[in-house]
């Protein structure tokens, strides 16, 4: 039973490109949610979605940000016109769908984003 | 807002040592707590969650406890070994979307 996985787990991208990381949930999971680890500091909640649904996003910038969790295929995290301050590890977790008010979150390995 | 702050944020101890991690938050309305154990470089592993029903959890030589009234959770950890050295995370979960409120982590190194 695969884990939550993660790709890639390393991107470099120079400023004004655009960075696209990708996640599989786990086997039975409908729920995604997306963590932003920046150097030195903690783990930010950016978004959280289902199937087609962007329930909650009060944690991703306004601009240049973006998510969504198609019917079919991983949920994509999508950063435009990447600047410096974007490098982090970009966390992402899945949970069952009961949701995660009782359920159990599980975190992929990330996806280490470098922007030269 | 909820805020979870864990204490301290570095701690080294010899091999063998019993120790404890703590963790609070601000608001008490949590749905469950969550414990994390993350190497350098690497992603989250959940060690234990604890329902806001329960008060305490246990695997192996984990021991995790919550006492929502106090907004106060502890991670035991009994006879530590040097594979114990990593970063640990509580994470609380509040509020009717499922997102995880995380603490800035503490950092422990056992030495051998």
């Known amino acids: 039973n695969a884990g939550v996985m993660q790709n890639p787990r390393h991107l470099v991208r120079r400023r004004g490109q655009e960075a696209r990381l990708r996640c599989s949930p786990m086997?039975?999971?409908?729920?995604v949610y997306w963590y932003r680890q920046l150097p030195e500091e903690g783990l930010k909640f950016m978004v959280y979605?289902?199937?087609?649904?962007?329930?909650?996003e009060s944690g991703m910038p306004k601009e240049r940000f973006s998510a969504e969790f198609p019917k079919e295929g991983p949920s994509i995290l999508r950063i435009q016109q990447v600047v410096r301050g974007d490098s982090a590890a970009y966390f992402c977790a899945s949970s069952r769908p009961s949701g995660g008010t009782t359920g159990e979150l599980f975190f992929g390995e990330g996806s280490r984003l470098t922007v030269l | 807002k909820q805020e979870v702050t864990q204490i301290p944020a570095a701690l080294s101890v010899p091999e063998g040592e019993n120790l404890v991690l703590n963790c609070s938050f601000t608001d008490s309305a949590i749905y469950n707590l969550q414990w994390f154990r993350q190497d350098p470089g690497k992603g989250l592993t959940s060690l234990l969650l604890?329902?806001?029903?329960?008060r305490e959890q246990t695997s192996g030589r984990l021991n995790a406890s919550l006492d929502k009234s106090s907004g106060r959770s502890t991670l035991y950890i009994a006879a530590s070994q040097p594979g114990d050295s990593a970063t640990y995370l509580c994470?609380?979960?509040?509020?009717?979307?499922?997102?995880?409120?995380f603490g800035q982590g503490t950092t422990l190194q056992v030495k051998p």
């Open positions: 979605l289902q199937k087609e649904n962007i329930i909650d």
């Open positions: 994470a609380v979960i509040s509020g009717n979307t499922g997102k995880l409120i």
């Open positions: 086997k039975g999971h409908s729920h």
């Open positions: 604890i329902q806001s029903s329960q």
